[in-house]
């Protein structure tokens, strides 16, 4: 029996593998068309996608949701925890038509984010404009970064 050298990031492909295998047939298999509004486009959920910027002074969180209105956005903060949540739904007229291919995603999703940093609640805003949501929270004073001056003494 020979060495055998351990890699954790086969284990984890192995892992990754097992855990895709095992939800494959979730929405009848893997390559099965997902149905209109079920909220799942070739099988996965739909979560929107987002960039998180941080500076000294604030936290910036952009998320793409197209196709949705301004109402059907919640967006939630608790503690360090933001959340969004919302629902795109398919208009109504076009579900009339025969689909061939859908593509775009339906449904319900939530974004959970831990922000590890106190921010200040009450300054928190959030704009929504051509399909991105924009959402700014300022962090606490207390924790943003202060230059300490280094002074010289004479004995």
């Known amino acids: 029996m020979g060495i055998v050298r351990f ?9 990754q593998n097992e855990v895709n295998r095992l939800f494959e047939g979730y929405n009848g298999s893997a390559n099965a068309p997902a149905r209109a509004g079920d909220g799942l486009t070739n099988g996965r959920a739909w979560s929107p996608s987002v960039d998180v910027l941080e500076n000294e002074t604030e936290i910036v969180l952009h998320a793409e949701l197209p196709g949705m209105k301004q109402e059907e956005i919640d967006i939630e903060l608790t503690g360090d925890t933001l959340t969004l ?32 940093v106190p921010v ?29 001056q280094v002074t010289a003494q004479n004995n």
């Open 7 to 15: 890699d954790p990031f086969r284990e984890m492909d192995r892992l």
């Open 85 to 116: 949540r919302g629902e795109r739904k398919i208009e109504t007229e076009e579900r009339q038509e025969n689909f061939v291919r859908v593509e775009r995603s339906y449904g319900r999703f939530q974004r959970s984010f831990m922000l590890g």
């Open 120 to 148: 200040q609640h009450d300054n928190v805003t959030a704009a929504y404009r051509d399909g991105v949501l924009k959402v700014r929270l300022p962090k606490s004073e207390a924790n943003r970064p202060h230059k300490v």
